[in-house]
T-cell receptor
Framework: DAKTTQPTSMDCAEGRAANLPCNHS???????VYWYRQIHSQGPQYIIH???NNETNEMASLIITEDRKSSTLILPHATLRDTAVYYC??????????????FGTGTKLQVIP | GAGVSQSPRYKVTKRGQDVALRCDPI?????LYWYRQALGQGPEFLTY????????KSGLPNDRFSAERPEGSISTLTIQRTEQRDSAMYRC???????????FGQGTRLTVV
């Protein structure tokens, strides 16, 4: 699986959009971009994933650049409960499952009142 | 069950002892994964099962670590002759299939003294 690069930490004002970047310049054509978050000591929670098109669900939006070398997770109206570590990972979507996935250290997002 | 269940939640053991960590995945989930998470780090892949078959164990750090899932449901991760460096949070996740989102359990905090 390709490696990803994320900023170590970010702050965001409550109510504002949080934009979390991720670089994955060595992504392969069959690798998906997945985002998870981990709140305090809980297990990682799935947020969203995509291959090349932008995706949106009830939690967030995922914007993937045309060359697929980077992506941005957008939390449209950040709340204090969104304070967490956000992980961007890339992995093969149609075979292989989650083996050998490297979560890395992620981005610690602090939402400020 | 409603979610992935792991037991025990906390385990303190003396160096040299064997430990067995249990994971009860979400009912019907075919895929099961074990991860280890050190403080301040993202989860690190250990091994992966599809039904009862161990598809990938390349993440197991050495031969003291083993895992099984004999009936394709509950899984046990066993660490023999524990060492202090084995101290970590051990997380289990399950998914409906190989290409679907994974749900994580609360983890087992292992402390080797």
């Amino acid at each position: 699986d390709a490696k990803t690069t994320q900023p170590t930490s970010m702050d965001c004002a409550e109510g504002r959009a949080a934009n979390l970047p991720c670089n994955h310049s060595t992504i392969s054509g069959n690798e998906y971009v997945y985002w998870y978050r981990q709140i305090h000591s809980q297990g990682p929670q799935y947020i969203i994933h995509g291959l090349k098109n932008n995706e949106t669900n009830e939690m967030a939006s995922l914007i993937i650049t045309e060359d697929r070398k980077s992506s941005t997770l957008i939390l449209p109206h950040a709340t204090l409960r969104d304070t967490a570590v956000y992980y961007c990972i890339v992995r093969v979507g149609n075979s292989g499952g989650y083996q050998k996935v490297t979560f890395g250290t992620g981005t610690k997002l602090q939402v400020i009142p | 069950g409603a979610g992935v269940s792991q037991s025990p939640r906390y385990k303190v053991t003396k160096r040299g002892q064997d430990v067995a960590l249990r994971c009860d995945p979400i009912s019907g989930h075919v895929s099961l994964y074990w991860y280890r998470q050190a403080l301040g780090q993202g989860p690190e892949f250990l091994t992966y099962f599809n039904y009862e078959a161990q598809q990938d164990k390349s993440g197991l750090p050495n031969d003291r670590f083993s895992a099984e899932r004999p009936e394709g449901s509950i899984s046990t991760l066993t660490i023999q002759r524990t060492e202090q460096r084995d101290s970590a949070m051990y997380r289990c996740a399950s998914s409906l299939g190989r290409n679907t989102e994974a749900f994580f359990g609360q983890g087992t905090r292992l402390t080797v003294v």
